[in-house]
């Protein structure tokens, strides 16, 4: 018996599938996608999400966080 091999979906970052340039921190709903339940940001491995949107979106979030917008740490 054969294994059958079943095609491997690409990994598609959610910035460029959804064809957003730049990360605003002021759109904390997206954000908040990305931290994990102890408000943590997740990691890249987890999030699916380029390098080039994930250093803009770490920016982001830490600048949301100084604004107050997000929290720094989950109760």
Same mark, same amino acid.
């Given at each position: 018996?054969?294994?059958? %091999?079943?095609? #491997? ?5 959610? +910035? ?5 340039? *730049?990360? *605003?921190? =002021? *759109? &904390?709903? $997206?954000?908040?996608? +990305?931290? %994990? %339940?102890?408000? #943590? $940001?997740?990691?890249? =491995?987890? %999030?699916? &999400? ?7 979106? &770490?920016?982001? $979030? =830490?600048?949301?966080? &100084?604004?107050?917008?997000?929290? +720094?740490?989950?109760?």
């Amino acid at each position: 018996m054969e294994k059958k %091999s079943t095609p #491997k979906r690409e990994k598609q970052c959610y +910035f460029c599938h959804n064809n957003i340039h *730049d990360v *605003d921190y =002021k *759109d &904390v709903g $997206i954000l908040r996608r +990305f931290l %994990s %339940s102890f408000a #943590k $940001i997740v990691p890249r =491995k987890r %999030s699916k &999400v380029c390098m080039k949107h994930q250093r803009g979106l &770490v920016e982001a $979030i =830490k600048r949301a966080r &100084v604004m107050a917008l997000l929290p +720094f740490i989950q109760k």
